[in-house]
């Protein structure tokens, strides 16, 4: 089923790319004490460390943000490049991991505010051809959404109303 979904997918999307194009977003609101993330029919929270004044109850923007590249893995590679590549999975996990400042957020001279040492660690154990396996490894490097916007610099429109 899933197989024939992208399969159908790609005629649809080669024939006109365009029906492919989708725009996601995702509106943050303040609402006691903490944020809450709303998309399409989604809600979830967001909060900061008590260091720098957040309550602590529930993941920072950062971690968010390593949660989408390690998830982008996971779930790009099981739902969609597994079945692309006829590989067969045992095992798939991801871990991404950056360091940031507490300092920083709190305008604390000398402490950069920017992300440093981000990495993430793809686990993947699987029967299949090892020369399947390095080609769907490639595939998620050259298409993952959220890897690429990470690597490729690209401007952020700020507007603030």
Known sequence: MKMSVITESVEKFSADPGTGRITPAVTATAANGHTRLS????????????AVGGGGTAPSPTAYLLGALAGCAVSFISSTLAPQFDVELTELSATARC?????ALLGIDGAAPDLTGLTIEIT?????PA?????MRRAWTERCPVYLSLV??????????
């Open 99 to 103: 360091e940031s400042s507490l300092a």
């Open 124 to 128: 993947i154990d699987s029967p299949s």
């Open 131 to 135: 020369d399947r396996v390095d080609a």
């Open 152 to 161: 490729r610099p690209m401007s952020v429109d700020v507007v603030f109303s």
């Open 39 to 50: 998309t399409g029919p989604f809600n979830f929270e967001c909060d900061l460390p008590p």
